[in-house]
């Protein structure tokens, strides 16, 4: 599959993005809790929807996506979901409100080569509804964990 182009990566689009690739290409940062013995920032590759896009800075925030229900998560409503890719449609989803990621544009085109989505046929959540993809970037100013380098 294609790589997410610049134009594409725009609040509502929901793409794949390989973590580790995100982590060696720098300039990514993220608000998952840290302690000692635990990082739950996520890993390999993983599912992420695009809350906001800065076109000043480049650099957009996401959340990413699970398919069950854990503590600090909320389901995204199915009516508000399109492309038509494997069983977006039909599964269970749900963000995290507790874990946002700032990506480079430029580092979410790079690593999103194995989003199963084609141009213009890309999976998408609320696209175009700013009043509630704003709602789901907000709960990042309410979580007590800063933003760090990942």
């Known amino acids: 599959m294609p790589h997410l182009a610049l134009p594409e990566i725009v609040p509502g689009v ?30 390999g ?48 989803v749900h963000y995290s409100r507790w874990q946002h990621w700032r990506i480079p544009s430029s580092a979410v085109s790079i690593a999103s080569s194995n989003d199963p989505g084609d141009v213009g046929n890309r999976r998408s959540y609320a696209l175009g509804d700013a009043d509630t993809l704003q709602d789901l970037a907000n709960w990042a100013t309410r979580n007590r964990c800063a933003f760090r380098g990942v």
Do not use: I, M, Y
């Open 45 to 92: 590759e993983h599912d992420f929807l695009v809350v906001a896009v800065n076109t000043n800075t480049g650099v957009c925030t996401a959340v990413p996506l699970f398919p069950k229900s854990s503590p600090g998560s909320a389901p995204l409503a199915p009516d508000k979901r399109q492309g038509d890719v494997g069983s977006w449609l039909t599964d269970d």
């Open 14 to 43: 929901v793409t794949r993005l390989d973590t580790q690739l995100l982590r060696s290409t720098g300039g990514s940062e993220t608000n998952a809790q840290v302690t000692d013995t635990e990082d739950r920032a996520v890993t």
